[in-house]
């Protein structure tokens, strides 16, 4: 059984993206070495990329031109996008699934192979979160205050609690925390 790992970048005051989708500007101040490796380990271990339409469609208007070894695992790996309202995806790999994200998910993770990631995507994580889909939260904690932007985390039916399974400290200020729902 796969597991369902969530992937963000997130500012101290919340937010994943500025006030406008795609607004991730402030990802340029912790972006280096140390960053890169995690992220390409983090998609040499990724089977499958879950995205919903509105970072979908930032992440397919810039990989496909991007270079480089990032740029390489995200259009080769396979992506499933969630939208009632695309037509098609065009990004290399991309399957468009309009129906049940949860019940899809649920499908997706029965299945053998490496696990699945969901990149960005506020919306369709708070969904399976509402659902107990999610195994494990990765969390890029930012020293920065945007003071507006979309939340990373939406309005939820109830409280979670989670349990730390590792806080990685880099050199730009930057932390990786690692969680996992807390079940006792």
């Given at each position: ?17 500025g ?14 070495e140390?960053?890169k ?60 699934v309009?129906?049940n ?24 994580s ?5 659902h ?18 979309n ?34």
């Amino acid at each position: 059984m796969r597991k369902l790992i969530m992937w963000n970048m997130v500012t101290i005051d919340g937010f994943f993206e500025g006030p406008k989708a795609g607004d991730i500007a402030w990802h340029d101040y912790v972006w280096g070495e140390e960053l890169k490796r995690f992220s390409t380990e983090t998609l040499k271990s990724a089977g499958m990329l879950l995205f919903g339409r509105v970072t979908y469609q930032v992440m397919a208007s810039y990989w496909p031109t991007a270079t480089g070894e990032v740029a390489n695992f995200m259009n080769s790996i396979p992506k499933v996008v969630f939208s009632t309202t695309l037509h098609q995806a065009e990004w290399s790999n991309t399957r468009l699934v309009k129906a049940n994200a949860q019940a899809e998910v649920a499908a997706l993770k029965q299945q053998s192979g490496k696990d699945l990631f969901i990149f960005g995507s506020a919306a369709l994580s708070s969904s399976l979160m509402a659902h107990g889909l999610i195994d494990e939260y990765r969390l890029g904690l930012t020293p920065v205050v945007l003071g507006a932007g979309n939340p990373l985390f939406k309005v939820a039916p109830k409280s979670s609690r989670m349990k730390l399974l590792e806080a990685r400290p880099l050199k730009s200020g930057c932390v990786i925390l690692r969680y996992e729902p807390f079940n006792g």
